[in-house]
């Protein structure tokens, strides 16, 4: 009970990042100066292992529809992805999160952002609403 409680009040006052990286993806937040980039996510069904839409509710992805389209099922896992490809765009959702000592572990950070970008482009000119 304790912890649900903790959880409510860090979910309250946590900064959803609204306003940050509206053109980049990586960049410090206006509202809070969290350092943070892009992360992507699949959804996918955890009895067929089909991809699945993803939304984001409350900063949380789900499924866009409640059960598979596939099997029926309801179940449903969160697979995080490094690179994002053409395959995947349809279904890919991205969060917003604090890049711990991002600069460090990834020194290649500005070439993969570019090439990003162009795919990103091709999403949110096709399917992202
Ligand atoms: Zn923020
Ligand atoms: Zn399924």
Redesign the pocket.
């Known amino acids: 009970m304790k912890n649900i409680l903790i959880k409510f009040i860090q979910n309250k006052f946590k900064c959803t990042h609204k306003n940050a990286l509206l053109t980049s993806n990586e960049g410090y937040c206006p509202d809070c100066g969290e350092y943070l980039v892009k992360n992507y996510y699949l959804v996918r069904?955890s009895?067929?292992d089909?991809k699945r839409e993803a939304k984001l509710y409350f900063n949380q992805i789900i499924p866009k529809s409640r059960f598979?389209s596939?099997?029926g099922?309801e179940d449903f896992y969160i697979e995080k992805i490094d690179k994002i490809n053409f395959i995947d765009a349809k279904y890919a959702i991205y969060l917003k999160e604090i890049a711990y000592a991002y600069k460090e572990i990834c020194p290649n950070t500005q070439v993969w952002v570019n090439k990003e970008n162009d795919i990103l482009k091709q999403i949110t000119a096709s399917c992202w609403s």
Do not use: L
């Open positions: 069904c009895s067929c089909i598979c596939n099997c099922s």
